[in-house]
Structures are given as structure tokens and as C-alpha cells.
């Protein structure tokens, strides 16, 4: 099941070949203010619909997670980074995290949500 994303503006849009299982919610001080809820992708998994010109990039303090957002309206739309499930950067294994926020005609309600406690992570 293909699921469609896309920014407040629509200049930005994605997809994703399946459903999330669940969708991360990160406190750490980024994430608080962006507001979004992480669904994580292997990047073969994903695909930008849109022009690459229309995504904008934030790089901040390890410089190491790329924070995509609509270079047009602003909304945090995915990030690309190396696997940190094991606590250190394995980037042999890239994740792509999504904001599932922005899934067209999905039931964001129905997926439970975890909490990842980054504001005393990292």
C-alpha cells in the first residue's frame, strides 16, 4: 500500500511503499518544534515525487541527519541519517524518517505512537 505525502503548499510531495507499524514522537529540541511524528524508511522504501529544487536542507550540530523541508512553505517533510538504533551512527544502514503528519488520506489516528526522549539524548 503506496501512501502519499505532501507539504502545506503541495511544492513538496513523497511516497512511501507501506503503511508505519507506528510513528515516533522525538522530544529533542528540533522535533518539539517541528511538531512532527517520525515513521522510518529504508531509503528504498521512499521516493520523492517532486522536483528536488523544491526541498530545502537544514543541517544542525553533528551535521549528520539531513532535515529536509518544502524550500516553498516551510514544512518539515523528511530527514536522512545513518541507522541510530544501536545509540551510535551505523551509515552502512541509512534510514529515511518521514513526517507522517503530512500522509494524504491516512488515518494517523488508528498508529500507535512512541516516545524517544532526544531533548536528553542528544
Known amino acids: 500500500m503506496r501512501i502519499e505525502a505532501s507539504c502545506h503548499c503541495g511544492e513538496t510531495v513523497f511516497e512511501v511503499t507501506e503503511a508505519p507499524a507506528s ?3 522525538c522530544t529533542c529540541t528540533l522535533c518539539s518544534k517541528r511538531g512532527a511524528l517520525w515513521a522510518y524508511y529504508r531509503p528504498a522504501q521512499f521516493r520523492l515525487l517532486s522536483p528536488p529544487d523544491n526541498v530545502a536542507t537544514y543541517l544542525w550540530g553533528s551535521r ?3 532535515h529536509h523541508f518544502c524550500a ?3 514544512c518539515g ?11 551510535k551512527p551505523d551509515f552502512d544502514n541509512p534510514k529515511v524518517a518521514v513526517n507522517a503528519r503530512l500522509f494524504d488520506d491516512f488515518d494517523l489516528e488508528a498508529v500507535p505512537v512512541n516516545m524517544i526522549d532526544g531533548r536528553n539524548l542528544w
Do not use: A, H
Open 23 to 25: 510513528v515516533t514522537r
Open 64 to 66: 549528520t541527519v539531513k
Open 72 to 74: 516553498s512553505c516551510g
Open 77 to 87: 517533510t523528511y530527514s536522512e541519517s545513518p541507522d541510530w538504533s544501536s545509540g
